[in-house]
C-alpha cells in the first residue's frame, strides 16, 4: 500500500533550529494547494496541521467526484491507505499497555492455523515480526489473496503457507500488507471482538472520530464521501468504484477526514493522552516509534541511510529531528501523515487521485517550511518530470512486439478448463462465442477479462474493469503437446504481483492429449453412420480437427485417444473406428453408459 517515489531526489540539507519551526506561513497555503491541483489534475485534497496539541489548519480543496458539485471540506472522508497500519500498531499497544500481549509473543500462541514457508519461521515469528516488514516473503506478497477478493481474514491467513520465501527470515525488508491483516486477528483472539469493533470502541470514540471507519458499509453510507479516481486508457481522469477491502482490515481499509485525523496526530504527538483521557502509556508510544529495522525509502532530503521502521511508521532523522511517517493509497486515493514529534508538529494530506505526486509535493512544501530549508522545493523538477511522462505515456503504445500471421497450436475449445494456483486455487478460462476465451479469479471480481489472440499461444487479457491495465497470458505445454498451464505477463498494481502464481492446469481437467492423427487416415474416418434410421452419426474435418454430429444435435469436438479411438468433449463418450482387413472404414462403435452400439458406415 505505500507510494512509491518515481525520481530520486539528491540534494543536501541545512540545519535548522526550534524557532524557526514555529513560522509555517499558513496564509500562502491556499494559494499553493490550489495550484496544486489545477497542475497535476487533482479533483480533491484535504488537509489538516496540528501544534502544540491544536489544530491550526484544516481545510478541504476541490470536489469529492470530478466533475459534479460536491466540494470537499475538512471532515470529507477519503481512504488513508496503509496510515491504517498505524491504528493496528496502536490497538495492539493498548492490549501491550494493559499486560494482555506482548510484543514478542509468538504468532501462532493465538492464530494457530499461522503457518509460513518454513517450520522454523512459523514456530518463531512474533508480533514484532507482523509489524516490520522482516517475515522473508517477497514485497506485497499474497496481494491477489485480498485484492477485491471475497475471502474471509481467516482464509487468507491459511493460505500463507503457499507463499514462497525470497529471503532469509528477518534478513531483509519486504513491505507486507498481509502480516498485518494477521496482526488484527490476534486483536480479535485476546479481545473477542472484531479488529474493526476494538478500534472504533477503544480509539475512534475516544478521540471522537465519529466519521472514521474501517468497515466499507459505514464508509458507503457517509454522505460526505470522497470518491476515486484513475487515469483511464486515454489518460482522462475518471472516477471508480471505491474498494472494499474488508478483509484487508487491518492493513489499509481505513477512511478517515482531516478533521478527525487532526485528533488522531494530537494523542500521538501528547504521548498517548488525547484531551487529558489516557488512551494508552508513554513507554508504548515510544516503543511504537522506536527503529526495529532498517529500512530507507527515500533519498535525500526525505530519507537518508539511517531511515528505519518501527510499528506501522517510518522513522527518519533529519538534522537531530526524528520525523514520524507513513503514506497510503488504495486504488484512485492517496494519503500521507508526517510529523516531527519534538517540534510537537504534524500533518495529514487526502487525495481523492493516485498515480499523481500531488500529496508528496504538499508534504515537501510543509517540510520546507518547518524545516527552512528550499532543498525540499522539488515542485517545477517533478512537475517537469511528470508532465513528460504523462506525454510520453499518451504518444507510446503500452503494447508488446506482435508477430503477425501467426495461430495458436489448438483449437479455442482445448484452451478452456479449469486451471490450478496452490495458493490462490482455481481459475477458469471459458470459451465465449466467435472463439474468444475469458479468464475468471473466482474469489476476485476485478480479475475478469476476455482473452484476445496475440501471436502463437500467447493472448492479450483485457481485462473488464478499467483499474486494471492490459496484461498478456502465454499458454505452456509440455512435450506431448498437453498445456499443463499458463503464465501471466502483467504489470503489477499498488499490492498485487501475479509473478507469484504458478498457474498449472487441473489434472482432472485436462482434456485428452491431442494424439497426432495423420490427415489421410483422418479423411478416412468422415462420413455418416447409422446409428438408427433416424439417428446418423456424421463425422466432419475442419483442418486436423474432427467433429461428429447426431442427428438434431450440436457439433461435437472428439479428441484422438488413440489412432482410431476418440473421445468426445465434455461428454462421457467414445467413438472407435473399425477397419475391415483392406484398411477402409466400415463402422464406428459408440461407447456411452456403459453400453457399445456399432454404426455401420453408410454409402455416399
Known amino acids: 500500500m505505500k507510494n512509491r517515489i518515481l525520481f530520486l531526489l539528491v540534494s543536501c540539507f541545512i540545519s535548522l533550529n526550534y524557532s524557526n519551526a514555529q513560522n509555517i506561513q499558513l496564509d500562502s497555503l491556499d494559494l499553493f494547494i490550489n495550484q496544486l491541483i489545477k497542475d497535476f489534475d487533482v479533483p480533491g485534497l484535504s488537509i489538516g496541521i496540528v501544534q ?21 471540506n475538512e471532515n470529507t472522508i477519503f481512504a488513508i491507505g496503509s496510515i491504517s497500519k498505524s491504528f493496528t500498531a496502536l490497538t495492539l499497544g493498548i492490549l501491550v499497555d494493559e499486560g494482555k500481549i506482548n510484543w514478542d509473543d509468538k504468532v501462532t500462541s493465538y492464530l494457530p492455523y499461522f503457518e509460513l514457508y518454513d517450520s522454523y519461521v512459523t514456530a518463531n515469528f512474533t508480533i514484532r515480526d507482523l509489524l516490520t516488514h ?50 488484527g486477528e490476534i486483536v480479535r483472539e485476546v479481545t473477542g471482538q472484531e479488529w474493526d469493533s476494538f478500534l472504533k470502541l477503544r480509539v475512534f470514540d475516544k478521540l471522537g472520530m465519529r466519521n472514521s471507519t474501517s468497515v466499507s458499509s459505514v464508509r458507503e453510507s457517509n454522505k460526505n464521501l470522497a470518491q476515486p479516481h484513475i487515469w483511464n486508457e486515454n489518460y482522462d481522469k475518471v472516477s471508480i468504484k471505491q474498494e472494499k477491502m474488508d478483509n484487508l482490515a487491518a492493513a489499509g481499509s481505513i477512511y478517515s477526514s482531516a ?33 526495529q529495522v532498517l529500512y530507507p525509502i527515500n533519498g535525500p532530503p526525505f530519507g537518508n541511510e539511517f531511515s528505519s521502521y518501527g510499528f506501522g511508521w517510518w522513522l527518519t532523522p533529519i538534522d537531530g529531528h526524528k520525523v514520524i511517517e507513513h503514506s497510503g493509497g488504495v486504488d ?36 520546507e517550511m518547518i524545516f527552512d530549508d528550499e532543498s525540499f522545493d522539488i515542485y517545477e523538477r517533478v512537475k517537469t518530470f511528470r508532465d513528460k511522462r504523462l506525454e510520453n505515456n499518451k504518444s507510446t503504445s503500452n503494447k508488446k512486439m506482435k508477430i503477425d500471421g501467426t495461430k495458436p497450436s489448438l483449437e479455442t475449445e482445448l484452451y478452456a478448463g479449469v486451471y490450478n494456483d496452490k495458493m490462490y486455487g482455481q481459475i477458469l478460462i471459458k470459451q465465449l462465442k466467435d472463439k474468444e476465451l475469458e479468464i475468471i479469479f473466482p474469489h476476485s471480481s476485478v480479475f475478469k477479462g476476455k482473452l484476445k489472440h496475440w501471436h502463437f499461444d500467447t493472448y492479450q487479457i483485457d481485462w473488464y474493469d478499467i483499474r486494471v491495465p492490459n496484461g498478456y497470458l502465454t499458454f505452456k505445454f509440455n512435450s506431448d503437446r498437453e498445456i499443463v498451464g499458463f503464465d501471466i505477463d502483467q504489470d503489477n498494481l499498488l499490492d498485487v504481483d501475479f509473478g507469484e502464481l504458478d498457474i498449472k492446469r487441473s489434472i482432472e481437467d485436462n482434456p485428452i492429449k491431442p494424439i497426432v492423427v495423420d490427415d489421410k487416415t483422418l479423411e478416412g474416418y468422415v462420413g455418416k453412420y447409422e446409428l438408427s434410421p433416424d439417428l446418423i452419426i456424421t463425422i466432419t474435418k475442419t483442418g486436423n480437427q474432427l467433429k461428429t454430429q447426431l442427428t438434431g444435435q ?51
Request: proline share 1%; glycine share 6%; hydrophobic share 40%.
Open 52 to 72: 502544540n496539541d491544536s489544530i491550526i489548519y484544516s481545510r478541504g480543496f476541490g470536489t469529492r467526484e470530478i466533475n459534479k458539485d460536491n466540494s470537499v
Open 134 to 183: 522482516r517475515s522473508g516473503l517477497k514485497d506485497v506478497s499474497g496481494g491477489t489473496l485480498w485484492y477485491h477478493s471475497d475471502l474471509s481474514r481467516v482464509d487468507i491467513i491459511k493460505k500463507f503457507k503457499y507463499l514462497e520465501a525470497v529471503s532469509g527470515f528477518r534478513e531483509k525488508t519486504a513491505y507486507q500488507n498481509i502480516m498485518y491483516m494477521a496482526a
Open 259 to 291: 478533521n478527525e485525523m487532526n485528533s488522531y496526530m494530537r494523542l500521538l504527538l501528547n504521548n498517548g493522552v488525547f484531551e487529558q483521557d489516557t488512551i494508552l502509556g508513554k513507554e508504548v508510544i515510544n516503543e511504537i516509534f522506536t527503529p
Open 332 to 367: 484512485g486515493m492517496s494519503a500521507i501523515l508526517f510529523m516531527v514529534k519534538d517540534l510537537n508538529i504534524g500533518a495529514v494530506i487526502l487525495s481523492n487521485s493516485s498515480k499523481e505526486p500531488a500529496s508528496f509535493l504538499l508534504k515537501a512544501k510543509l517540510m
Open 554 to 604: 450440436s457439433e461435437i469436438l472428439i479428441f484422438a485417444k488413440s489412432n482410431n479411438i476418440f473421445n468426445l468433449k465434455d461428454i462421457e463418450a467414445q467413438l472407435t473406428f473399425n477397419s475391415n482387413d483392406d484398411g477402409k472404414v466400415e463402422s464406428v462403435t459408440l461407447l456411452q453408459g456403459g453400453q457399445e452400439m456399432v454404426c455401420k458406415r453408410m454409402n455416399e
